[in-house]
């Protein structure tokens, strides 16, 4: 697949008939994809790219961070322009005080939703504060190697019978990479998928490795014309793990290529 002049349809959303920019979907950015880049340059970038949405990663807002650090950050992003859909991946281990203060540090931020990896043993308290703090949990899944949540199915097992609040992060790379059909799995999470990690891989086997969107094995169409049909309300998160230390290329045309097909739909 192409994907075009690296830029093309980046500072302009794809409109849907209604005149929605990108179709309602809220196409933006996870930090990670910037982890090696300051707070300040993370948002700059963010902007670049074109995208109004993004998501924190905790070097770009520490975990231990004060409460007055993490409500700076929160107005750093809202200055830039841009809107702050929730943080992590957040590991979570069996232990209340430190899941306390994960939902502390959301809360402070301004973070509506937690995209997190707890133990199992961990989820009734997960459960518990997601009641108290009425904030989105996303489990995300990581693929082959993952113990705990290898596939986004085993996401939605876990927690089909707990609060509504308790959902899942679809990795789509990762759900690939594990020998799955995305759309199949976005289908089956649609009431609780809660968070999107929009990337593309070179393989569907575990050695699949990051490559722009549009240039890998995923049918990125497909899954986009799933995430409009269940009418997905919350982050359509890019998240590009290439190229660490140059990554705009990568992110600039892995936008303009989602772009390009929601501009064609």
Do not use: W
Request: aromatic share 4%.
């Amino acid at each position: 697949m192409s994907v075009g002049k690296p830029g093309t349809a980046v500072l302009g959303a794809a409109s849907s008939a209604e005149g929605e920019p990108d179709h309602g979907l809220k196409l933006g950015l996870t930090t990670y994809t910037l982890r090696k880049f300051s707070l300040d340059q993370a948002i700059e970038m963010t902007k670049e790219a074109g995208l109004r949405y993004i998501s924190l990663k905790d070097m770009h807002l520490p975990l231990k961070s004060t409460r007055t650090q993490r409500q700076e950050a929160s107005k750093k992003v809202k200055a830039a322009g841009l809107t702050l859909m929730g943080g992590g991946v957040i590991s979570m281990k069996n232990n209340e005080q430190e899941i306390r203060e994960a939902f502390e540090y959301a809360k402070d931020a301004g973070m509506p939703t937690i995209i997190c990896s707890p133990e199992p043993e961990a989820l009734h308290i997960v459960e518990k504060f997601a009641r108290e703090y009425d904030l989105r949990i996303a489990i995300h899944n990581h693929g082959p190697g993952d113990k705990r949540y290898p596939s986004p199915l085993d996401v939605m097992r876990a927690v089909k019978d707990r609060d509504s609040r308790m959902g899942v992060c679809i990795d789509v790379g990762h759900t690939v990479r594990n020998g799955e059909e995305p759309v199949a799995a976005i289908e089956k999470c649609a009431k609780r998928l809660h968070d999107f990690h929009m990337k593309d891989v070179t393989a569907a086997t575990a050695n699949g490795g990051a490559i722009e969107v549009g240039q890998g094995v995923i049918e990125i169409p497909a899954v986009l014309r799933a995430l409009i049909r269940i009418r997905y309300p919350y982050h359509v998160a890019l998240e590009y793990e290439a190229q660490a230390d140059d990554p705009m290329p990568g992110v600039k045309a892995s936008i303009a290529y989602i772009r390009g097909v929601l501009g064609r739909m």
